[in-house]
């Protein structure tokens, strides 16, 4: 069971005790209605407003019942709080949503760009599609699924693999930032991406690509013959009861690969208890164990601090190892398993004036030293 506790200062009131039932009464989602309009890479990053009020999906507890310190995570929460473009944290621990705080006008039913945060649900999907015969496996060339684009690439091009994509390791060039502005003045999207210079042999090197997981995401389409957003909804999001408010789309209605995903934190934090329990919702598997496994195994030690998987991050903090989702301006998914608990934060970014939020702060100064008990 999931709980909640609307600590002293959040702006949600704590819901009436009940079990969850996510699954129950989810509605198929329209991704026609939900699409972006093909016209920008990056979108403006509007809030949208979940029409579903989720809830029943929690009920009440306190912190010190699931051995944590209230009065050290409300000043942690309160800190949070002081960047302006902060929108919400949401801690969970032992299942139990312990604290949730919105800032600066948002709330639970505001939903939001995660931005990069949905490269690791893409991650989620792409071994789904494995699981169930879509995929034969992530070392398939991407070239088996979208030939059309490999006609006249070389040899070495034609290697390029799933997970080489996913792992950030395709070999093509890319700058992440500004190859995007070049990409969305092209008819193809997908085309402009394949069509790249190779400027390293697929799978020997580590360079942040936005453009890597947008090409996974047309993989998914063709060999599930569903939109992404489609197979999201059917296969994840909806037995967990989430419902994206909206999701990009290019010219060809790729569904954006890895960005302009639009959720609320407590549809986050449900995706971040699904990894922490090793991929099953409500005692049921959704996500392989392979994909939570792979998720938390490096492939990259990208600097000094932070290291990179299949489409998740990866640090240690006071000892503890824990993996996460990061999405641009502060949208983070943290998962940790020694202390069986999910964070959840997400700012504002419809401008530039943002300041990230800092989460590794966070854990360091405030979450990890309030627990007190198993």
């Known amino acids: 069971m999931l709980s909640l506790l609307a600590l002293a200062g959040c702006t949600e009131a704590a819901p009436s005790k009940s079990t969850p039932t996510a699954a129950a009464g989810t509605a198929t989602v329209d991704c026609n209605r939900i699409a972006g309009n093909g016209r920008t890479f990056y979108e403006s990053n509007p809030t949208y407003t979940d029409p579903r009020d989720d809830g029943a999906d929690w009920s009440a507890t306190s912190p010190e019942e699931q051995g944590m310190d209230s009065t050290l995570l409300r000043a942690g929460l309160t800190k949070l709080g002081n960047n302006a473009s902060s929108f919400s944290a949401l801690v969970i621990r032992h299942d139990r949503l312990v604290a949730e705080r919105y800032y600066h006008g948002s709330g639970a039913q505001r939903s939001n760009n995660v931005h990069s945060v949905s490269k690791s649900i893409l991650q989620a999907l792409v071994h789904i599609a494995v699981a169930k015969g879509y995929i034969g496996s992530l070392d398939d060339p991407v070239a088996d699924y979208l030939p059309e684009y490999f006609g006249n690439a070389s040899p070495e091009k034609k290697k390029i693999t799933i997970r080489h994509m996913l792992t950030m ?13 070049q990409v969305e003045k092209a008819s193809n999207w997908v085309q402009t991406i394949l069509g790249r210079p ?23 389409q063709k060999a599930t013959r569903m939109s992404t957003c489609q197979f999201a909804h059917q296969y994840l999001f909806e037995p967990m009861g989430i419902t994206a408010e909206h999701w990009g789309r290019d010219p060809q209605s790729i569904f954006s690969g890895g960005y302009n995903v639009y959720l609320t934190p407590r549809e986050m934090a449900k995706f971040g208890l699904l990894y922490l329990h090793d991929g099953k919702w409500a005692g049921q598997p959704l996500v392989p164990t392979s994909a939570v496994r792979a998720a938390q195994a490096q492939t990259t030690q990208v600097d000094d601090t932070f290291a990179y998987s299949e489409g998740w991050w990866m640090h240690t903090i006071s000892r503890r190892a824990m993996y996460f989702a990061w999405g641009y301006g502060g949208q983070f998914v943290y998962v940790i398993p020694s202390a069986d608990i999910v964070l959840v934060t997400s700012e504002n970014t419809s401008d530039n004036s943002n300041e990230e939020i800092s989460a590794r702060a966070f854990i360091r100064n405030y979450l990890l030293p309030s627990i007190t008990g198993p």
């Open 169 to 181: 390791r395709s070999g093509l060039d890319w700058a992440e930032d500004s190859t995007e502005s």
């Open 198 to 220: 190779l400027v390293s042999v697929p799978g020997t090197t580590y360079n942040y690509s936005t453009g890597n997981t947008h090409v996974v995401s047309a993989v998914l």
